[in-house]
């Protein structure tokens, strides 16, 4: 029987796919893989640590370390499953080691207790390394070097900049 209770809609998706995985005929990955697991996005992985499995247990990145984003719910779902514990884990900076922004990251990991069993732990990144956003740059973003260019090359890459512009601080006519 699931007993969800009042739970948000993250909480839901994250135990669908709970499910879906579970379901399955699983082997259980050593825990040095659960760097691979969080590193794209979909990766989904089981694993019998020794005691607890705290946050700060996860392997991370430089300048950042993994955090608890929203409480931990208790949730039952079936006779086999005893409990389930989930909760998501984001990047938190280390300020003392550096000032830029963790990666844009989402980790959700499931504590599984089962009557007379270890506890087991379902690792799923639902946002990867792979899924990050990257900064895309376009031509417009080097139009400040049309003042340094001669004016007919600087007319080939931006055929609009036909006047004198705040940010060339040149005149380009044809």
């Not at 055929?159 to 005149?171: A, E, G, I, Y």
Request: proline share 6%.
């Amino acid at each position: 029987m699931r007993h969800t209770g009042d739970l948000p809609k993250e909480f839901l998706r994250a135990i669908s796919v709970f499910e879906s995985f579970y379901s399955q005929d699983l082997t259980i990955s050593p825990d040095s893989k659960m760097e691979e697991v969080w590193s794209k996005t979909g990766n989904i992985g089981l694993f019998s640590p020794l005691g607890k499995l705290s946050p700060s247990k996860l392997s991370s990145g430089y300048g950042w370390r993994w955090s608890q984003a929203k409480t931990r719910r208790k949730v039952d779902l079936s006779d086999n499953i005893t409990s389930l514990e989930l909760f998501k884990l984001v990047p938190k900076s280390k300020p003392k080691i550096t000032s830029s922004k963790p990666p844009s990251l989402r980790l959700w990991q499931f504590n599984v207790f089962t009557e007379g069993e270890n506890m087991k732990v379902v690792l799923w990144c639902e946002k990867g390394i792979d899924q990050e956003e990257k900064e895309e740059l376009k031509l417009s973003d080097f139009q400040f070097l049309a003042s340094f260019m001669h004016p007919t090359h600087a007319k080939e890459f931006w055929p609009l900049l036909d006047r004198w512009s705040p940010n060339t601080k040149t005149h380009i006519s044809s």
